[in-house]
Each structure stands twice: as C-alpha cells, then as structure tokens.
C-alpha cells in the first residue's frame, strides 16, 4: 500500500492540468510511497487532451463516459489507488516548494477530518511565472473584476497556527483514506463521497461527516499554494443550472437536519479545543491549541 494518492480531478481542463501537474513535479520534494492520478470527468472531447497531458508526465488517467459531478470524480481519485491518505486537487491549483510534506505532516501527526491548503489567488497569466518560481502579487479575492493585485497579501497567513473550519476548501484538501471509507459506510450507503449532490456542498457535507464523528477540519497556511478562482468548474454542466444548486442545499438540509450555518455549531461547537502540530516557514514544528 502506498501513502498517499494525489487525487486531480477536471472537465475540459487539460492545458490546466499541465500547469498543475508540472507544478506537482517541479515543487514537491523527493518522497517514496506517493502517486499521481487524474480524473477527467466527461470532457466535451472524451477526455482525449487529458490524456495526452497524461502521457506527457507519466500519470493514469480516469476517464469518465459522461459528467458525473465533483462527487463522483472524487470517489474515483480516492480509491484508484490502495493509500494512507488522499490529497485531492482542482485542475487550476498551482502548489509551492513544501506543500504536500507539510500537508501529509498535519494528517499524520493530527486528530483531524479534511484538511485544506491556504491560497493565494492568480490570474491563468500568471501561471509560467508561478511555474519559474518568479515573485508574483496576489489577486484580491474581493474582486469581480479579478483584476487588482494587492501586495500586502503575500504570506498574510504564513505565521498563523493552523485554523480549525467546518469543511476544508474542495480546490485542494487531503484526509485519511481510513476516515473516508469510516464516512462512507456510517453516512453515505459506502458510495464515499456523497453522489448525491448535484453542485456545490460535496465538501460541506465531507466537514459535516467528519465533524459529527469527532473530527474537525482545519486549514493549514505555510506554504500557500496558488489558485485560479473557479476556473476548474466555471463551463461545468453541473454549475450551469442554478436549479441543481438549489436541490443540493435542499439535500444538504435534509441529510444533516439544518442548513450548514445551523450545523457547524451543532457538530463542530462540541469539539473541545485540540493541540496541534504544524510545520511553520521556519522548518521548525511547532505546537498549540488550535484556533
């Protein structure tokens, strides 16, 4: 068995998935027991353009005969391979020198549910400078017009202990295969992640879970990585309808018995403040009540 899977998962994505994956191999530091796999979830083209982005790098990749959803394309990434732990990535994330060490320490060393990545936000211009490691000025998330740069951004986070969320970030998160298959045999009829959902709230419902059995999420800061803004699943038929968004939040309400704002206290207020270990920018672990 391996130790960890990185999981990337698209749809009509592959120039992305180049950037992504060749940022995967250029920043992430030496480690046995790590392997890469994509999803294309029933790209217009078949899936052929992942494919060779695929071949290009060395990486399987899963094809879907039609869009499945998010949910669907996270089960197939999280058990194509035997692992320890799964780290799951949209197509537009860009990691940083020490991402998936840092990531994997968290997990291993941890009492935790999803664990997520802080991020900056760029612009698809800015990702051969990210990929040449050149300095770049962050977006401001704020922003509609994902224009305006805001230097002060640039390691806002870095120095913050790790935070404790509801639901990691779906864009780039990772968990304990063995957590995972727990959830989906209490929760979800061993399907994994919930099919059910048609858009939106796969990761609100994962947080959920994890929550209610004790185990909360967290996000950790040192490195950020980087992040193209919606773009995996901006053309994505599951985001065309609002319709379908509608339907999952009436899922979600259902399932857990509130909407997410009523349930993050009910599950995640009982957890009783945890120490945690991290790995700060100084290399040094460091340890605390989380925040």
């Known amino acids: 068995m391996i130790e960890a899977t990185i999981g990337v998962l698209t749809y009509n994505g592959a120039p992305r998935v180049d950037h992504c994956l060749e ?5 992430t530091e030496p480690r046995e027991g790590v392997s890469i796999v994509v999803c294309d979830d ?11 982005v695929g071949r ?18 996270w089960n197939s990434l999280s058990r194509y391979y035997d692992c320890d732990f799964v780290v799951l990535l949209n197509d537009d994330i860009i990691v940083q020198r020490g991402w998936l060490n840092n990531l994997l320490f968290f997990l291993q060393n941890n009492k935790c549910g999803g664990v997520g990545v802080s991020q900056h936000r760029m612009h698809p211009r800015d990702a ?25 951004r640039i390691g806002q986070f ?30 979800n009829k061993g399907v994994g992640f919930d099919e059910s959902y048609q858009s939106f709230y796969e990761e609100s419902d994962f947080g959920t879970a994890c929550a209610a059995l004790g185990y909360p999420s967290y996000q950790i800061n040192n ?11 901006a053309q994505n038929p599951e985001l065309r309808a609002s319709l379908r968004m509608q339907l999952s939040r009436a899922y979600y309400i259902n399932k ?11 599950y995640l207020g009982v957890i ?12 040094k672990i460091h340890m605390g009540m989380d925040s």
């Not at 870095?158 to 929760?187: D, N, Q, W």
């Not at 009783?272 to 290399?283: F, I, S, Y």
Request: net charge neutral; proline share 9%.
């Open 42 to 52: 029933g790209s217009t083209d078949g899936g052929k353009d992942t494919r060779l």
């Open 23 to 27: 940022s995967i191999f250029k920043f």
């Open 256 to 266: 857990w018995n509130g909407h997410f704002e009523e349930t993050n206290p009910r």
């Open 158 to 187: 870095e120095h913050c202990r790790p935070g404790r969320v509801m639901c990691a970030t779906g864009s780039i998160f990772g968990f304990s295969r063995t957590l995972y298959e727990y959830i989906a045999t209490k929760f």
């Open 272 to 283: 009783h403040p945890l120490e945690v270990t991290w790995v700060a920018p100084d290399g």
């Open 128 to 152: 051969p400078a990210l990929l040449r490691g050149d300095p770049v000025i962050p977006l401001d998330f704020d922003d509609p017009q994902r224009q305006r740069r805001v230097p002060t």
């Open 223 to 233: 490195p950020m990585v980087w992040h193209e803004w919606s773009a995996t699943f």
């Open 56 to 73: 290009k790098y060395g990486v399987p990749v899963i094809s879907h005969d039609r869009n499945y959803g998010i949910s669907k394309g």
